[in-house]
């Protein structure tokens, strides 16, 4: 299988041609595909230290509201070492699943890649510093959408 | 050597789910040790689950995962006796590679 192994240096090669700026570049004139980006910049996204900062790294713009994505996470929990957190969403062609929590120091938690015959839907479990908004992104056909949960915490585990 | 991933994959109504346990400290690099020390960041930062060699799920993580990360997915086909595989890297460069076979 040459996909046995983890495919770093392609990613790396991805980092190393250039931040979000010249990869935004490339992408407007249809030089490289988009779902190119999401895997050279998403490792940027993790170092973000505002939401916005991750979002731009992500390359998310205005995500609107969707009705399609269910989160479901504990209203209250009790230990935030380990939060459940599902995300269901039915959007036609869901690609990516990125989970974030807005007041941890590393807001980006998780990114999943959802190739076709794969389905929307993910379980994992996070970390949260404190009471805060767990935000999932999803990306289905090229856009993005998000929805977000308070959940609160009460003994942080970060 | 890192721990295997215990890994569950059945078979129900054409649909593949697959439950993953990665055995990992996830430590996030900001904790300190009982003499002050802090405790360097060690945690997974990639993963990749294949069907048959087939590629089901990819995933970055950082370093908000919690300890021995745990997954849910599912996936469209599969068969008792198929391969489900979970591959997954580290920041110290370590891999760990297990499969199991679709119940």
Not at chain 1, 100 to 108: A, E, I, Q, S
Not at chain 2, 94 to 102: F, G, L
Request: with cysteine.
């Amino acid at each position: 299988m040459e996909k046995a192994e983890i495919d770093l240096g392609r990613r790396n090669a991805l980092k190393a041609s250039g931040g979000m700026g010249l990869l935004g570049l490339l992408v407007a004139a249809g030089l490289i595909q988009p779902n190119m980006v999401s895997a050279a910049s998403e490792r940027a996204a993790f170092e973000a230290k505002t939401l916005d900062e991750a979002f731009k790294a992500l390359g998310v713009f205005f995500p609107a509201n969707s009705p399609a994505i269910q989160l479901t996470a504990p209203e209250i929990a009790e230990n935030g070492a380990v939060v459940p957190i599902t995300v269901e969403s039915t959007l036609f062609r869901t690609e990516q699943i990125t989970i974030l929590v807005d007041k941890n120091p590393t807001m980006l938690v998780d990114n999943f890649f959802v190739p076709e015959g794969t389905e929307g839907f993910i379980t994992t479990r996070i970390k949260m510093a404190q009471t805060a908004s767990v935000i999932a992104l999803v990306k289905a056909d090229g856009k993005f959408y998000r929805v977000s949960k308070e959940v609160k915490v009460t003994a942080g585990g970060c | 050597m890192p721990n295997p991933t215990k890994i569950r994959a059945t078979i129900n109504d054409g649909v593949t789910e697959v439950r993953v346990l990665m055995q990992h400290e996830m430590e996030n690099g900001r904790r300190k040790d009982e003499t002050g020390m802090l405790i360097p960041a060690w945690y997974i930062t990639e993963f990749k689950a294949q069907h048959n060699g087939r590629i089901v799920l990819e995933g970055q993580f950082g370093t908000s995962v919690s300890k021995n990360p745990y997954l849910i997915f599912r996936f469209r086909g599969g068969a008792a006796g198929d391969k489900v595989s979970i591959t997954w890297l580290d920041n110290r460069g370590e891999t760990q590679s297990d499969e199991v076979a679709v119940i």
